[in-house]
């Protein structure tokens, strides 16, 4: 049986690996540029849906927002409806950056996708985000089991 865990682990340890080679000249890892993509494609966006969009670990979030803010790509406001969170804006640099971003990005899918069939491509992108909405599941659930 092939193994799914392992094929996914290392696809995403070496599209880290190459986002990070291709990112070097903008000051960008591969991590942080899926912030930057989304801050830029929903100014105003709250600290707290970045939790949502992404499933990671709160601190990741703010260590990575951070580190984007000295960097000059996001800007931090008060967010007037809760005191409690930020509000996330695209500095200049981001916008400037943001075409880029999307093109390399777009430009690796393309790779990795290459040699599959186009009415392939979309089921096979609908069955990766299905195994990837149950790990989010069972994760939840083991995590409220682990806090009873």
């Known amino acids: 049986m092939k193994d799914l865990v392992k094929s996914l682990s290392v696809g995403y340890r070496y599209t880290l690996m190459h986002m990070d080679r291709v990112l070097k000249p903008y000051g960008l890892t591969g991590s942080q540029c899926m912030y930057v993509i989304r801050v830029c494609e929903n100014p105003g966006i709250t600290q707290d849906q ?39 804006f695209p500095t200049q640099r981001a916008e400037e950056v943001y075409p880029a971003l999307c093109r390399l990005r777009a430009e690796w899918q393309d790779f990795l996708l290459e040699g599959v069939e186009p009415d392939q491509r979309e089921s096979l992108l609908e069955t990766l985000e299905k195994i990837a909405q149950r790990a989010v599941e069972r994760n939840e659930e083991e995590m409220t089991d682990e806090s009873d």
């Open 50 to 88: 970045f939790l949502q969009l992404f499933m990671v670990n709160p601190s990741n979030v703010t260590r990575t927002i951070t580190a984007l803010e000295k960097l000059g790509f996001l800007q931090r406001q008060s967010n007037f409806r809760d005191r409690r969170t930020f509000r996330l």
